[in-house]
């Protein structure tokens, strides 16, 4: 399959397109990789693009540098606010530390970047309240914050989960926050020996959003997610594999090139397969043993009209390995 010409991006994310796999990777190593706006909105589009586009067989989300994603940039540009309630000018979670203090990830950031959030809450508590200006000026009113989580926060965890393609999660350093949970969403998570994980949000008194209280418990137990949650410890790469949270750990210097295997393994899969089962998958825990049934057979009988479901039975009869085309 060809690879894509590099195309223009959003600041901080870089994107291409090779061997049916779509590449998504965070590139602000300056701030951890701390996700802006206008790099969210960025993901959530490439991630509904892999979908429409035919030609796209997997995706796998990366970063550049020691972080995967140290939460929320509050910094950030952005072209509006009467939409999401972002917050007032200066309102970063660490907006009166001094240079170097710890961001989100508790690593020290530079003095020239900056700085991230909590987590994935673009608002702080202080200033959050009814009656309080809102960066667009307007008085800030019940449901607001509310809102911006929905159309924020949560909207971007869910275009990992909607995505119709498998997403993998190579996750080469420190994962925070929101960032953490854009790691969970993920179908399958790889991490480098470095990565840690950290639901930091208890550590400046906020409550975890972007789907961390729904995706946790499905991951790892009701007792184990309100421990991490409790406590915001940074959890090693070892531990989130015996926990259940990542898939595999590697060295380093193979992340990148065991993410490649496993996306271009997926790519070369039935896809309306994968995406079927996808669908089961994370819809299980949500619905009752009946209703469960009832979607597995609706997808069984959907799978077995497509054309990779005809070449993986031909392939069996006669004792040859298939050719899916993902279609």
């Known amino acids: 399959m060809p690879v894509s010409e590099p195309e223009p991006v959003t600041r901080g994310v870089l994107h291409r397109t090779e061997n049916g796999v779509s590449w998504i990777t965070l ?59 972002d917050p007032a000018p200066g309102n970063s979670e660490s907006a009166n530390s001094a240079p170097g203090s710890p961001s989100a990830g508790g690593d020290p950031a530079p003095a020239s970047s900056a700085s991230p959030s909590a987590g994935g809450q673009e608002h702080v508590p202080a200033n959050s309240a009814p009656g309080s200006p809102s960066a667009g000026g307007r008085e800030r009113v019940p449901g607001d914050v509310a809102r911006m989580i929905r159309l924020g926060a949560q909207r971007f965890i869910s275009a990992v989960l909607d995505c119709e393609k498998p997403v993998i999660a190579a996750v080469n350093g420190t994962a925070a926050g929101i960032g953490a949970h854009l790691a969970f969403a993920c179908d399958l998570v790889l991490a480098a020996e470095s990565a840690r994980f950290i639901e930091v949000f208890v550590r400046r008194g906020l409550v975890p959003d972007g789907g961390g209280a729904y995706l946790l418990p499905r991951l790892v137990g009701p007792q184990r997610a309100k421990e991490l949650m409790f406590f915001g410890e940074a959890l090693s790469a070892a531990d989130a594999e015996r926990m259940g949270l990542v898939n595999r750990v ?5 992340l990148e090139r065991t993410a490649r295997a496993w996306a271009e393994r997926l790519a070369h899969g039935p896809t309306r397969a994968l995406a079927l089962t996808k669908q089961l998958v994370n819809a299980s825990l949500d619905v009752d ?25 031909a392939g069996f009869v006669e004792r040859r390995a298939p050719e899916y085309r993902g279609r």
């Open 250 to 254: 590697v060295a380093a210097d193979e």
């Open 289 to 313: 043993r009946a209703a469960a049934f009832a979607a597995e057979a609706s997808a069984v009988e959907i799978a077995m009209t497509t054309r990779d479901a005809n070449e993986g039975v």
């Open 27 to 85: 590139d602000r190593p300056e701030v951890m990789n701390a996700v802006t706006w206008d790099q969210r909105e960025r993901i959530i589009t490439l991630l509904a693009d892999a979908t429409a586009d035919p030609d796209v067989r997997a995706v796998v989300i990366t970063a550049t540098g020691k972080g995967f994603c140290a939460g929320a940039d509050l910094r950030g540009e952005h072209p509006g606010t009467s939409a999401i309630g």
